[in-house]
């Protein structure tokens, strides 16, 4: 999460970004679910990055190894990954910042270390190009995110993921990329994510603008949401944002909300870890 962490999460008690900044507003949560003020982080080293990097092999090891399928490498939201690609908290001189090369290149090393463990069909990337969550939003993000669309052709992937709904907002200092911004620049399977409902989603899909949509509140309130859509039966009540992150809540509601036939949950048939 780089800067949106928090430092009780972390054995060296801080949090690293591409470049030392703080993500000013709001709030996050610390190890006991408290709520705590962001802190500056620290810009990670030339020799810190090896390190994490490997830190994102091993988590594809580890799903791996529990039975995942496949991994989706999450360049979006203002994470990480995220704050190196964007110019707005990427203020490197070295290698890792400045030009759109530069900047890719920690999404680039992540993805050849993941690869190791996954083929490359079965990894996604998922970017958020016009979200302003985490404080993101930059002015030259067309531009960035069309580069980082051809480059990542390269590889062969399973998908590319645009969250590009409305959400949490859009950012004010470029214009909105959408799903069609990605198909036309990224050639594989484009999927588009968040917002969306069933009409909203087909229209997408017909118009060609994106292959395929992704749901992951609505599947998490409606665990037979595919045979809702397709038989026009009626959407249990949305889950309150706290089932996402509160532990005291326990298994009620996270996991528990009904299918519309059985009244009990549907068994899932594939599993893709996000990291």
Request: overall charge negative; some cysteine; proline content about 4%.
């Amino acid at each position: 999460m780089g800067r949106q962490s928090h430092p009780s999460f972390h054995t060296n008690n801080e949090v690293v970004s591409a470049s030392s900044t703080v993500l000013e507003g709001g709030n996050t949560r610390d190890v006991s679910g408290d709520r705590a003020g962001f802190e500056k982080a620290r810009a990670l080293t030339l020799n810190d990055i090896p390190g994490v990097v490997e830190q994102y092999r091993k988590c594809a090891e580890l799903a791996k190894q529990v039975g995942f399928d496949g991994a989706e490498v999450h360049a979006g939201s203002g994470y990480l990954i995220d704050q190196f690609l964007q110019s707005c908290t990427n203020k490197r001189t070295d290698h890792y910042g400045g030009s759109f090369e530069n900047r890719y290149r920690f999404l680039h090393e992540v993805l050849e270390a993941v690869k190791t463990v996954f083929p490359a069909d079965h990894i996604g990337v998922r970017v958020s190009p016009s979200s302003k969550y985490g404080g993101m939003g930059s002015v030259d993000n067309p531009e960035m995110f069309t580069y980082v669309f051809q480059r990542l052709s390269e590889h062969g992937l399973g998908y590319l993921a645009i969250l590009d709904g409305f959400g949490f907002g859009y950012s004010d200092k470029s214009r909105v990329m959408t799903a069609l911004d990605a198909k036309i620049h990224f050639k594989g399977i484009v999927m588009a994510n968040c917002s969306y409902t069933r009409d909203t989603a087909e229209g997408v899909v017909h118009s060609g603008a994106a292959d395929l949509v992704s749901f992951v509140r609505g599947f998490m309130s409606n665990p037979d949401l595919v045979e809702r859509f397709q038989n026009n039966w009626p959407l249990n009540d949305e889950l309150a944002y706290e089932f996402y992150w509160d532990p005291t809540k326990g298994k009620e509601g996270y996991i528990t909300p009904p299918s519309y036939q059985t009244g009990h949950r549907c068994p899932l048939k594939k599993l893709v870890a996000n990291f």
